[in-house]
């Protein structure tokens, strides 16, 4: 019985393992996997999870049995002789079905321990995708400041040169100069913001947190096709808190069975062995009678006597309520996911519809104004206000495409927690 409720545990724990996306992308891959191997809160709530499965052995043994030791002061005297020592042992019997419900009980308890593992290692991958992405966003907008760097030293060398040839403004170079400026200060503050990214993800992968990262790739995001109703009948069926809360229940459903139990008597099976000595009396060794300093063997059985019931009512309606509770957290861990996969799959919908308008629209309208404007520079039709302008909007679009992105991807990453699977992604 025991090895089928652990197997049934571990077999459960398997099937329940969540699975993650990780967009091809082997270099979150590698942080994820590290994350679960190493984490501190995933590697205590497997730690709690393996201390939950001794408890099946200690609920299921009987009790310990007794040995008592008599010995008599005044001895007693008998017609065949003196009674000296009295040797005794005893054994509780529980009920039948008492231990196989506790055992039961405890491989429910064990399986809820199993569903809070999992859900702390979906916490924590939710949370390692979250730092990555934000680091990616930051590499991705350092690069572009970078790049904008270079166009802006491009537009002060040729400002430096018109105004050598005295057909353009110093004011124009100072500008420019400015804004060159400007763009080494975004750099730094870029920075600072990746700093606390990156000691996020050493904290969630147990390196320390001064440890670099290497620069992560802004991949472009997957198409995912966001359906409320079969994400909502898959959170059901995967999503750890739920599955715990269900075990709950099923575990509060034993817990009845076994408070009803608790009315019934147990049952105290004895065996006692007395000590006889022999007649040393003058008659006694005489004429010694039959059975002369023959030991005495005796056999009990005797059961508990459950009169106080009101103790036991208790228990039972003790169970009953903590079966109510756990209904009323499934349904709240049900209604928590079902929001959780609407604000996601709203995000990502909206998301979505921004980065089309800025990949087919927003994009190409801004390199195309830049281009405009250089041109129009060169010939000295505008100044480098209107050239810098130009310059701002491209790259305000690039770096709002960048964020777009990184938030895509982690509203996937909070879609993929609230379903408790790896989110379907469509295939071109």
Known sequence: MRFRLLLGVLIGLGAHAQTYSTNNDEQLAEYIGRALDRNPAVQSSFARYRASLQRLPQVSALPDPTIGLMQYLRTPETRVGPQTTGLSIQQRFPWFGKLSDQEKLAAKEAAVMAAAHE???AETVRRVKLAYYDLAYVDRAVALNEQELELLRHYETLAEARYAQGIGLQQAVVKLQAEITRGLNRIETLRLRRVDAEVALNLLTDRPAGEPTPPVALASPPTARVDAATLADSARRNRPEILAAFLRIEGDEKRIHLARKQRLPDVTVGAGFVNVLGRRDPLGREFPPSGNGKNIYNLTVGMNLPIFRRKYD????????LLIASKQRYREQVN??????????????????????????????AEQALRSS???????AIGAVEL???????????????????????????????????FPEETP
Request: proline share 0%.
């Open 119 to 121: 859900a702390d290692k």
């Open 314 to 321: 208790a228990g039972v309606l003790e169970a009953s309520e």
């Open 336 to 365: 928590e996911a079902e929001a959780a996969i609407r604000s996601a799959g709203f995000r990502m919908e909206a998301i979505k519809r921004q980065m089309a308008l800025f990949e087919t629209t927003l994009v190409a309208q």
């Open 374 to 380: 250089e041109d129009a520079y060169a010939t000295g």
């Open 388 to 422: 810098l302008d130009s310059e701002r909007v491209l790259l305000d679009v690039r770096l709002g495409l960048a964020q777009l992105q990184s938030d895509y991807m982690k509203a996937l990453a909070e879609m993929e927690r609230a379903v408790g699977a790896a």
